[in-house]
């Protein structure tokens, strides 16, 4: 199976070598329906070899993004929801759930619609729990094990993977018991509350203000009616509102939380200035301004090294220092080490490299792409940068620049 991608100026896509006869029933429902949870194709019959093209325009594949970010057990209750889910989809289109391709290269996910999408390929073969199973195997390098609690959950659905004629469904049920200690978590919080508010009279509060009274009492109601119908966080979002009317402590209403990298001190320090005034005499804005040349005059016994992203527009953009093995450019700023303000940017733009001191970059699948000298790159296209390379973010442009001897080129 080959793979090869392929960019427009707002497309971007995979295309995976294969064979289909002609008029096949599969691709005809997969070339005319839409299937949630299935990313759109066509065939393209080139120097006769049949292709088949995916749009995957603006995601990113489970590949890459666990070149970046560690395995959750978050993640894996997603990926299994959204494959169960598709199944269903399939069934309605006559589809086969073998031909699903279950390979970290080849599913893809929408950050923004919190959607994994995947490719069917009628030349598949194979068991779909076999693949997944070797889904799941392949992803555990992968897995933060410094969360004990959770890498434990995540080897015990392993295991249940390794047995014979397992289920996706019952699988899935792994996770019920994970809410299901949860909600005993926020159970005791309602009973801690519960005998907070226990004997409490309207008239004994607050005999002037029998409206804080009224609302006492409802609160009190509120709690009885989420112990005997159960714990949701609906309840919980009510009974926060309630408290926070009665300058209560608020119950923890459990949510997904991105992991935020932490900010070095060290390259906050090294990040110039975001406003920059242009003289007369500044007449190339590729090149740094007076008062970052003073500011980095004084770093010299530091032996600042790495390179630079100088902002090349009028705008709120700003310069970035790239002194990381490793750096993210976006405009997600728990996520990306330079942060863009630009709408038109994606959450995770480009990313830049580091070996020897040589520099690359690689778009990741954004929306409206990067170029790097008016060139757009293909999605996994790793382009060295030159010595003054101009590196659009999809509508926002930079000079790169490296710094030599401590004194910028």
Avoid at 150 to 179: C, G, H, M, P, W
Avoid at 336 to 361: F, M, W
Avoid at 362 to 383: H, P, W
Wanted: proline residues 3%.
């Amino acid at each position: 199976m080959e793979i090869e991608y392929r960019r427009t100026w707002n497309r971007s896509f995979m295309l995976v070598t294969g064979y289909v006869e002609e008029e096949s029933y599969e691709l005809r429902m997969l070339k005319h329906n839409a299937v949630m949870g299935l990313l759109p194709v066509q065939d393209v019959q080139e120097t006769g070899e049949i292709r088949f093209c995916y749009d995957i325009t603006g995601k990113k594949s489970l590949e890459c993004y666990l070149e970046n970010n560690a395995l959750n057990l978050v993640m894996i209750k997603k990926i299994l929801e959204n494959l169960i889910h598709l199944c269903r989809e399939m069934e309605h289109y006559l589809l086969k759930e073998e031909k699903i391709l279950l390979k970290e290269d080849m599913i893809f996910m929408d950050s923004r619609e919190e959607q994994f999408y995947f490719c069917y390929y009628p030349n598949k073969e194979g068991e779909l729990r076999e693949e997944f199973a070797n889904l799941i195997e392949n992803m555990l390098p992968q897995l933060d094990h410094e969360n004990r609690e959770d890498t434990e959950k995540v080897y015990a659905i392993y295991e249940k993977t390794r047995e014979e004629n397992y289920s996706l469904l019952k699988l899935q049920e792994l996770f019920f018991a994970t809410e299901e200690e949860n909600d005993w978590e926020m159970w005791q919080e309602y009973k801690e509350v519960k005998n907070e508010t226990a004997g409490i009279e309207p008239v004994a509060v607050n005999p002037q203000n029998p409206k804080k009274s009224d609302k006492i009492m409802s609160l009190k109601k509120l709690i009885l009616q989420v112990l005997e119908k159960g714990i949701s966080a609906l309840h919980l979002d009510k009974l926060n509102r309630k408290k926070k009317e009665l300058s209560m402590p608020a119950i923890p209403v459990p949510f997904i939380k991105k992991k935020q990298k932490e900010s070095s001190p060290e390259r906050n320090k090294i990040h110039l200035s975001e406003h920059r005034k242009i003289g007369a005499s500044e007449k190339d804005p590729a090149y740094p301004m007076e008062q970052d040349r003073t500011y980095l005059s004084g770093q010299r016994e530091e032996a600042v090294t790495g390179a630079r992203l100088i902002y090349l527009g009028g705008g709120e953009e700003r310069d970035f220092v790239v002194d990381k093995d490793i750096f993210l450019i976006g405009t997600d700023a728990s996520a990306v080490d330079g942060v863009l303000k630009s709408r038109a940017a994606g959450e995770i733009q480009a990313k830049i490299t580091r070996a020897e001191n040589t520099y690359y970059i690689e778009d990741m699948n954004s929306a409206n792409g990067t170029l790097v000298n008016g060139e757009i790159l293909i999605y996994k296209e790793v382009r060295r940068l030159e010595e003054g390379d101009r590196i659009t973010f999809a509508d926002i442009s930079y000079r790169f620049l490296t710094f030599c001897n401590n004194s910028i080129i």
